[in-house]
């Protein structure tokens, strides 16, 4: 059912007031057929929406806000290894994270507590603790809307990479939309740990011998202590992506300061922390009435209250602009902003 001039505020976890010109729901592709062919939207633009952690709004959307709400999961084959998990798009990533533990797969662990659906991890292939969802990602399942029918995509058909699929691409973001998620999930399998943190976080448990489960609580604690919770502070998570540069630019970058941290990103090229960029412009707890730069993490920007999604997106220009100045590095968006 189509309804008219819907809020967005509770649907985005920034918090910011947006009115959506048409809003549905659909739980099956037949279902999200008949309310894509309906007059009063076919023509319109479409924004696809999970659960609203990785978008900031900067005005009302004048066209179609549909969300896919499919929640099931079910496998649909049983090796001896592994099992191929089909989730349906509308389901709570985390909640899914936690059923995968609890059923005794193993993998999904360093990415608990991720908000948002699991419809959305594909789209820029989330990623924590040293482990993106594209490793388990056995095929996306859309609904074509150039086709009007729904197609699947295997892994290497999605264009992974890092924080990004080729469903972000321009064209392809609003012709695909995800209905369920096909996930190869192994029955065992080796624990990542080495990620800054999460020895120390499970030495501080009194755990010596970690099992998944483990690993997920240790995960949830540092990110509860880490992030800010959006029900408390509206916030979008990370809110640049680390950029990815030439070995030689990295190399420049340590010359001047020896503290900086880089990571191998492969073929020569090397990830820096934007969050230490941003800390370094002392931009760390930056305001600008209500909209601002976290004071707990760099890299996470907050509504304080009544920012709107425009006063946000000043802000992300002004650390886009400062750490351009002192650095001559670009921060590109994490988020989608519409
Ligand atoms: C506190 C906090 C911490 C976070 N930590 C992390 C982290 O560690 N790692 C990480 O990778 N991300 C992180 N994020 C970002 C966010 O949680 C993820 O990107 C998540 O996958 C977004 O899911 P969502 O359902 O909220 O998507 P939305 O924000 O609703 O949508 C994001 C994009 O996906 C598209 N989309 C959503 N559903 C579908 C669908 N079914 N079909 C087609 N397109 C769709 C939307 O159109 C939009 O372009 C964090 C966010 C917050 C608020």
Redo the contacts with the bound molecule.
């Keep these: 059912m189509l309804r008219e001039q819907v809020s967005l505020q509770a649907l ?2 920034f918090g910011v007031a947006a009115t959506a010109r048409w809003y549905g729901e659909a739980a099956s592709p037949a279902e999200l057929a008949q309310l894509l062919a309906d007059p009063r939207v076919a023509d319109l633009p479409l ?9 900031l709004l900067t005005r009302d959307f004048d066209g179609l806000v549909l969300r ?1 709400t499919d929640d099931h999961i079910r496998a649909i084959a049983r090796g001896r290894d592994s099992h191929l998990i089909e989730v349906g ?2 389901m709570n ?1 985390h909640a899914f994270v936690d059923w995968s533990l609890a059923h005794g797969y193993v993998g999904l662990e360093n ?1 608990a ?5 699991v ?3 594909p ?6 603790y040293g482990v993106e969802v594209e490793r388990f990602i056995n095929a996306v399942e ?1 609904f074509d809307r150039e086709r009007g029918c729904t197609t699947i995509h295997k892994h290497d058909a999605c264009g992974f990479d890092y ?1 990004w699929s080729r ?2 691409r321009d064209g392809e ?1 609003d012709r ?4 369920n998620v096909r996930l190869r999930l192994p029955r065992q399998g080796e624990l990542q740990l080495d990620y800054p943190g999460i020895r120390e976080e499970l030495a501080t448990m009194g755990i010596a011998a970690p099992n998944a489960r483990d690993v997920f609580d240790a995960v949830c604690a540092i ?1 509860r202590r880490k ?4 029900a408390v502070i509206g ?4 809110f640049f992506k680390n950029p990815i540069v030439a070995a030689e630019i990295a190399q420049a970058l340590l010359a001047k300061h020896p503290g900086a941290p880089t990571f191998d990103a492969g073929a020569g090229r090397r990830k820096l922390s934007a969050a230490w960029l941003i800390d370094q412009c002392g931009l760390k707890g930056y305001r600008d009435g209500d909209a601002g730069v976290s004071a707990q993490h760099a890299l ?1 920007l907050v509504n304080h209250g009544a920012a709107s999604g425009a006063d946000l997106w000043r802000v992300a220009q002004h650390v886009q602009a400062t750490v351009r100045e002192r650095f001559a590095i670009e921060l590109q968006p ?3 902003v519409v």
Excluded: C, M
Excluded at 176 to 179: G, K, R, S
């Design positions: 985005n976890t924004l696809v929406l999970g659960g609203g952690s990785n978008l896919y798009a509308g990533w990415l507590l991720i908000p948002g659906t419809g959305a991890a789209i820029q292939n989330i990623g924590a859309v924080r469903f972000k973001r695909h939309i995800v209905v990110r992030l800010p919770d959006p916030n979008a998570g990370s996470v994490e988020p989608v």
